[in-house]
């Protein structure tokens, strides 16, 4: 130990005697270059590429919707969904809807249709009855008829008169209660036929929403239309995903399984950023999944007017699509996030001054000379670091950065 210190101290001395510590090279910066002052602002002319970056989510282009169906309750509450992203088969239940008051209901109903169908068979059997009963009452009078015909029928020669006039009296009263019964057992039938029509009208009715409400039940039960990707769509009164136990509307669409063949993208611009891109610029899309996979797509709608997103934001935005050249059906999946950076100019052999040498916040922008003092400029469109200069300023031009 002793000798380790001393053998210290005389490479210490040898130091000392050259002449100290050699000159110090400066650290490397975080980017590579030598750490050093910052770098001149100067006026340059080369090519000026305008970037806006965005994010929005894939979107399938078609899709088949597996909607609410009508039923007799307007808003109908979901029991049972297959879980959001799954691979399912044509034909395979992914959907169901409550069906309790359905089921309760179709009992009353059927229980509606067995009293309606006994009343139905009680009054046909009263009916019969009744016309038996008529038709035996019109029997009797015809045999009536037919016996005052024949008395009224013996001459007068052959009697008193005041018996042949009786007897005429009573052919008067034989007819007339032969029509009678005719009517009684024609209106007897009328009045039969329309309680009887009511009553298959009453059955028929009972038989309808028994259909009804079975075909409620078995509609409140979803499969897939096709083989594919299941999506659960978006609840439009909750700003999320629909979920068992949210309710819907007829003919909302609950789910989807998309056509992976043609996608696009759905972003929003911010209002404040109202006139930086126009249908038909390119843009470069990134999926945040695959990083190192590029789409070249192109903007093809964007409304005129910024709507919130949700109904309690205070936010407003424009909706805008872009179609993709190509598409990745092995990888892209509706709803993945993607990194968006569309083209807003670019320009060749542009005359380029360095933001940080500029006074943007004046009006009109200056530029901040080295030499000192300002000058007035006519700017184009920026990038994060440089601007194009339409008038103002030459090539080589050197700036300074603001005190």
């Known amino acids: 130990m002793r000798s380790l210190k001393l053998a210290i101290r005389f490479i210490a001395a040898l130091v000392l005697v050259a002449g100290g510590p050699g000159p110090v090279t400066p650290a ?48 109908i509450a979901i ?15 992914v959907l169901e809807f409550d069906n309790s008051a359905f089921a309760s209901d ?3 109903k059927k229980l509606s249709l067995a ?3 006994n009343e139905l068979a009680q009054s046909e059997s009263d009916a019969r009855a009744q016309e038996q009963d008529r038709i035996f009452a019109l029997e009797e009078s015809r045999v009536a008829l037919e016996k005052a ?5 013996v001459p007068e020669e052959l009697s008193d008169r005041r018996r042949f006039q009786e007897r ?82 007829p003919g909302v669409a609950v789910m989807q399984i998309p056509d992976l063949s043609a996608m696009r993208v759905e972003a929003r611009l911010s209002d404040v950023d109202d006139g930086r891109i126009a249908v038909g610029m390119p843009a470069s899309c990134v999926l945040d999944m695959y990083p190192d996979l590029v789409f070249p797509g192109k903007v093809v709608e964007l409304t005129p007017v910024a709507q919130e997103p949700s109904r309690r934001s205070l936010r407003r935005a ?26 807003t100019a670019r320009l060749r052999d542009a005359l380029l001054a360095p933001r940080a040498g500029l006074d943007l916040g004046a009006s009109p922008p200056r530029a901040l000379l080295e030499r000192g003092g300002t000058v007035e400029v006519r700017l184009g469109p920026c990038s994060a670091t440089e601007c194009v200069v339409e008038d103002g300023l030459e090539e080589g031009a050197r700036l300074r950065g603001p005190a």
């Open 28 to 75: 490397p910066s975080a980017s590579g270059d030598p750490a050093g002052p910052p770098r001149d602002l100067v006026v340059r002319r080369g090519d000026f590429r305008g970037r806006f970056l965005l994010t929005g989510e894939l979107q399938a282009v078609k899709a088949d919707d597996i909607v609410a169906p009508r039923t007799p309750v307007w808003l």
């Open 79 to 93: 029991r049972w969904m297959e879980k959001d992203g799954v691979e399912v088969k044509a034909g395979q239940k």
């Open 106 to 108: 179709l009992e009353e």
């Open 115 to 117: 009293e309606a169908e």
């Open 149 to 153: 015909r024949i008395e009224a029928a």
């Open 168 to 249: 005429q009296l009573a052919l008067r009263r034989a007819e007339t209660e032969f029509e009678k019964a005719g009517e009684d057992l024609a209106a007897q039938r009328a009045a039969a036929r329309a309680d009887l029509d009511n009553r298959r009208i009453t059955v028929d009715k009972a038989r309808r929403a028994i259909l009804l409400a079975e075909a409620a039940i078995e509609a409140l039960a979803l499969s897939a239309p096709r083989d594919g990707i299941l999506v659960v769509a978006e609840n439009p009164w909750e700003d999320r995903k629909f979920e068992v136990g949210d309710t819907a509307y």
């Open 318 to 343: 424009f909706r805008m699509l872009l179609d993709l050249d190509r598409t990745d059906p092995a990888r892209m999946r509706p709803g993945m996030s993607v990194r968006v950076e569309v083209e």
